[in-house]
């Protein structure tokens, strides 16, 4: 994983709150934060993912999935932009803003536990294996949710980035430039498009990079149309097919509609799948009266269900799946970005080195210019 690191301190120490910040209440919080927000309002914008809790998404002057956030930050025109998500989504926007502009990530220590399945070495170590198996042109598609330094190997290796919403479009495009694909960090949403698009499981392997090649032989690589790699997101990995029997039988006029990040065999029994963006129009333009069991992130899932009161919405899970690396970003944090801009003395600045930039910028333009 690329380091990240604050431009005010080599060392990038984590942030420690002050004394005055660790004596706020919670609802003191927010009255500052309200007052701040105002008074900067010139100078920064705050940016939300759609699994951040309702405290941080109410300050948010966008939201969005990975592709919709992609795509607005790419047009704003602000000094900062704090950004109210993962590490990895910080790292975009700051390739994708100008160079005068500063991304502010809350708290550094908000990561994701899929994007750190995949390094830069291990992806070195892979490609070098699968270009000596096979005589097929290899097209290396990254999910959004990885680090810098893979979304770079993508970009020199004539690639490009996927997220869930546009995963299908993107393998097309891939297919139409080689025979073969290389689609990491997760596996499932690599599958489940995939096998959506006509392509039957048994021209998919699944490299594990813990494994001497992967756990895979030459031959395999070579008749293989599909190499998925082995990572996956722990929130979806939690919903499981026995859950998704049980709402139906429970409830036959529920809905099951789940992200593609779940594993193979959740996707094939729910009634529908989709991206976070997918999800939301589906709920939002079903008739009042709708019942739905949500496979995602819970802030989400409660999120739609406090603005559909009109329809019956619940997690498909009796677990509360948290994606608790999101969580980390909270509104004391929040707070104190606000602060260190008011003082000029910005804090958690996330800056993706030139030598990576410039390569993770080629694969990043080529996902936007896909339609």
């Known amino acids: 994983m690329l380091d990240l690191f604050n431009e005010n301190d080599e060392k990038n120490d984590e942030y420690k709150p002050t004394i005055s910040e660790q004596e706020l209440s919670d ?26 809790q309702d405290d941080v998404i109410s300050f948010a002057d966008y939201t969005g999935d990975s592709l919709q956030l992609a795509r607005e930050v790419a047009k704003l025109d602000k000094p900062y932009i704090i950004f109210c998500g993962v590490h990895f989504m910080a790292e975009t926007a700051d390739m994708l803003t100008k160079p005068s502009q500063k991304v502010i990530l809350p708290d550094l220590r908000a990561g994701c536990s899929m994007a750190d399945m995949a390094h830069r070495h291990d992806i070195d170590k892979a490609w070098d294996f699968m270009l000596k198996s096979t005589k097929e042109k290899i097209v290396p598609i990254t999910y959004i949710n990885c680090a810098a330094t893979l979304k770079a190997f993508v ?15 993107i393998i097309q495009w891939a297919f ?25 499981l048994s021209e998919m392997v699944v490299y594990n990079p813990n494994k001497p090649n992967g756990g895979l032989t030459a031959e395999e690589i070579d008749r293989a149309k599909v190499i998925l790699w082995y990572g996956y997101c722990s929130v979806h990995q939690g919903f499981t097919k026995d859950q998704v029997y049980a709402v139906k039988k429970k409830d036959p006029e529920m809905t099951v509609i789940v992200h593609p990040e779940c594993s193979f065999d959740v996707v094939q029994a729910a009634d529908d799948n989709g991206s976070t963006s997918y999800i939301i129009d589906k709920i939002k333009n079903a008739p009042s009266g709708s019942k739905f069991a949500i496979g995602t992130e819970i802030n989400l899932v409660n999120r739609l269900a406090a603005e559909f009161p009109d329809k019956t919405i619940t997690s498909l899970s009796p677990y509360q799946c948290l994606c608790t690396t999101m969580y980390r970003v909270r509104p004391r944090w929040l707070l104190a970005s606000f602060r260190a801009i008011l003082e000029n003395k910005p804090i958690n600045i996330i800056t993706v080195p030139e030598e990576v930039k ?14």
């Open 155 to 169: 970009g020199d290796n004539g690639g490009a980035i996927c997220t869930s919403s546009n995963a299908e479009k």
């Open 176 to 200: 139409s430039q080689g025979q073969k694909l290389l689609f990491f960090p997760d596996q499932h949403l690599g599958r489940n498009t995939c096998f959506k698009m006509g392509i039957p």
């Open 358 to 371: 410039a390569p993770s910028l080629k694969a990043l333009e080529r996902m936007l210019a896909i339609k």
């Open 27 to 52: 609802a003191e919080v927010l009255v500052e934060l309200k007052s701040l927000k105002e008074k900067l309002k010139d100078q920064v914008v705050v940016v939300g993912h759609h699994y951040q």
